[in-house]
């Protein structure tokens, strides 16, 4: 089993930056890809990144390209989402997941993000 713990949400002034954090911890890490997903009040689950875990190859959502960076740190097995330029529409909970194969397999319990305006 693997479990991931996400942290550093909160609230932000629009134009200001936050760091997500999702550390992946269970028996034998080994994802083949993560990566994050948000949801707004009243909307469904949307994609945000992903990045692969070994080339570390990373793809956005274009909602988000330009502002938001993902990254990785193999050795404490943690993700990261650097966001900057936030705006309101941003606002939602962020999900990370850890993938293999082609399929989202494991996902955290979600931190809160508020960008007010």
């Known amino acids: 089993q693997v479990t991931l713990v996400e942290s550093g949400g909160g609230l932000v002034q629009a134009g200001g930056s936050l760091r997500l954090s999702c550390a992946a911890s269970?028996?034998?890490?080994?994802?083949?890809?993560m990566g994050w997903f948000r949801q707004a009040p009243g909307k469904e689950r949307e994609f945000v990144a992903r990045?692969?875990?070994?080339?570390?190859?990373?793809y956005n959502a274009d909602s988000v390209k330009g502002r938001f960076t993902i990254s990785r740190d193999n050795a404490k097995n943690t993700m990261y989402l650097q966001m900057n330029s936030l705006k309101a529409e941003d606002t939602a909970v962020y999900y990370c997941?850890?993938?293999?194969?082609?399929?989202?397999?494991?996902w955290g319990q979600g931190t809160q993000v508020t960008v007010s305006s």
């Open positions: 990045i692969n875990w070994s080339a570390g190859t990373t």
């Open positions: 269970g028996r034998a890490f080994s994802s083949d890809f």
């Open positions: 997941a850890a993938g293999v194969r082609s399929t989202w397999k494991y």
